[in-house]
Each structure stands twice: as structure tokens, then as C-alpha cells.
């Protein structure tokens, strides 16, 4: 009885509406958003409604949603993965490319058809190269906690109160600059964006988040093995002196406080 009354304080229509739209991925993102566990059934249970998203719900065409979460990149030889994304551009208010694929292209990169039962399909695209994209969350896989800050901060920002929207606003700032910045990513750009711009500072963060171990230091710098790297984007994003953003840096606490509170 007294959930019931919980339930009728938050109104379906104080949602927002997410869906998961899996274009060429491997549902590891997914599976990611999954890793929050009880954090993933608080969302959906006080923020969001899951409207679309075939691994979990039976909803055949894809709906007019408030968040689109796009994993994997597109086969521009298959028509259908080419329709349905732009049918995510025009039903979502913001689209949000999870994952090294939807937003680099990653391992996809490699693909060169000729496999049956489609040799034709030979061509994949970050999503990025088709629309717009709002918001990147790289990695391979992403991490749980960024997906799971980037949903509350997508919740706080359309429906917060001024204050919780420009928080919202300056966490997710950096993370649409990312969106902004291009559809490439390499473990190369250490090497141009950072190292070449006098920038790193031998902090290591970038060896840390490479899911393949293709980053070891050298005499403190990072050195990329390009033989091994999978172009999932993660080592550029995790560096601190890549897209940081100060602003954000200043409010992390307030940022972290109202994630945390929103989840308790
Ligand atoms: S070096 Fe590692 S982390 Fe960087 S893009 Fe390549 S695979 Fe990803
Ligand atoms: S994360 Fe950035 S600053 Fe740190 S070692 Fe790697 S390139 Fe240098």
C-alpha cells in the first residue's frame, strides 16, 4: 500500500522517455547501463520510462522519445540501419551515442565485408557521420557510472529546477564538445591533441583506461602500440588534459552530491 502511494508522488509524466537504439553494436553497452543494478531500477523507477529497446522490451518501431541511447556504429550498405537512424534524430530531443562504436566507429573500423552471408556490407560509420549527435559517452565499454550520470543529468536538465539544470548543463557541456570535436578517435591523438601540444603531464590515466593494454609509458609519457588499438576513444577522453573542463571541475562536488541524491 505505502509503495502505491510512492508511486502516485511520481507521476509517469514527471519521466522522461529513454530508449535504446542498438544499431551495429555488441549489447556490451547495454550490459554496462545493467552494471548499475539497483541504481538502473531507481531511474527507471523515479526518472525515466524505457520506451524502446528490443534486448528488453517488445516495442517494434522506434517512438518519439526525450533521450535516444545509441550503441554501436552504422553498415551504410544496410538500408534499414541507415533509416533507423535517422528515425532516432527525428524522434529524440537528444541523442546520445554510448560506446566507442556509436561514437568512433571502434572496432568497426576494421570491417571490410566480404564475409557471408553479406559481403556487401562493408562500410560502418560512427553515428556521427549520418546526424547529429548531442552527447558522446566513449569507451569500450563505457563505464557504468557515466551512463547512469549522464541519464540523471538528462532527467535534471529537462525537468529540474533552474538551479539542477545549469548543473545538469555544465556536467554535460564537455561530453557535447566531445559530440562536436569529430567522429575519429585513435590512440594517436595523445600524440597530436596532447603530447605535440606540450600538454601531458605523464599522469598515466590514459594507460588505465585503454581496454586493450595498447598504451604502456615510456620515460613518463604514454607510447600507443597503433597495431593494437581498437580506436574506442576512451585514452583521449579519460586524459585530464585533453577536453577538461574547468567549470565542471569546480562544481564536481554539487555535481556528485545531486547524483548521489538523486540515486539514494
Ligand atoms: S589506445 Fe587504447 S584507449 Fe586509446 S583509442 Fe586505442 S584502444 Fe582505445
Ligand atoms: S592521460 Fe593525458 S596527461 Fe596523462 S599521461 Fe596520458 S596523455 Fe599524458
Not at 554496462?32 to 524502446?52: E, M, P, Q
Not at 536538465?157 to 545538469?168: C, H, P, S, V, W
Not at 556536467?171 to 601531458?200: E, K
Not at 609509458?217 to 577522453?237: D, F, L, Q, S, T
Amino acid at each position: 500500500m505505502a509503495e502505491k502511494t510512492k508511486k502516485e508522488d511520481k507521476p509517469v509524466a514527471d519521466k522522461i522517455t529513454v530508449g535504446h537504439v542498438h544499431m551495429s553494436g555488441c549489447t556490451g553497452c547495454l550490459v554496462s547501463l545493467a552494471d548499475n543494478y539497483g541504481g538502473l531500477l531507481t531511474i527507471l523507477d523515479r526518472y525515466a520510462d524505457l520506451v524502446y529497446g528490443l534486448t528488453l522490451a517488445d516495442v517494434r518501431h522506434i517512438p518519439k522519445m526525450d533521450v535516444a541511447l545509441v550503441e554501436g556504429s552504422v553498415c551504410i550498405q544496410d538500408k534499414l540501419a541507415v533509416e533507423e537512424i535517422k528515425q532516432t534524430r527525428e524522434k529524440a530531443a537528444v541523442v546520445v551515442a554510448v560506446g566507442g562504436c556509436a561514437c568512433y566507429g571502434n572496432i568497426t573500423r576494421f570491417g571490410r565485408g566480404g564475409q557471408p552471408n553479406q559481403p556487401q556490407h562493408e562500410s560502418y560509420l560512427p553515428i556521427g557521420d549520418l546526424i547529429k549527435v548531442d552527447v558522446y559517452i566513449p569507451g569500450c565499454a563505457p563505464t557504468p557510472q557515466l551512463i547512469r550520470n549522464v541519464c540523471v543529468m538528462a532527467y535534471l536538465l529537462l525537468k529540474g529546477t533552474k538551479e539542477q539544470k545549469d548543473l545538469a548543463t555544465a556536467f554535460l557541456t564537455p561530453l557535447m564538445q566531445l559530440a562536436d570535436r569529430g567522429t575519429t578517435a585513435c590512440g594517436c591523438d595523445l600524440i597530436y591533441d596532447v603530447i605535440n601540444q606540450g600538454l601531458c603531464m605523464g599522469c598515466g590515466s590514459c594507460t588505465a583506461s585503454c581496454p586493450v593494454r595498447a598504451i604502456t609509458m615510456e620515460y613518463g609519457k604514454p607510447n600507443v602500440n597503433r597495431e593494437m588499438c581498437i580506436k574506442c576513444g576512451a585514452c583521449y577522453a579519460q586524459c585530464p588534459r585533453s577536453f577538461f573542463n574547468v567549470d565542471v571541475v569546480n562544481q564536481y562536488e554539487g555535481i556528485m552530491e545531486a547524483i548521489d541524491g538523486a540515486l539514494k
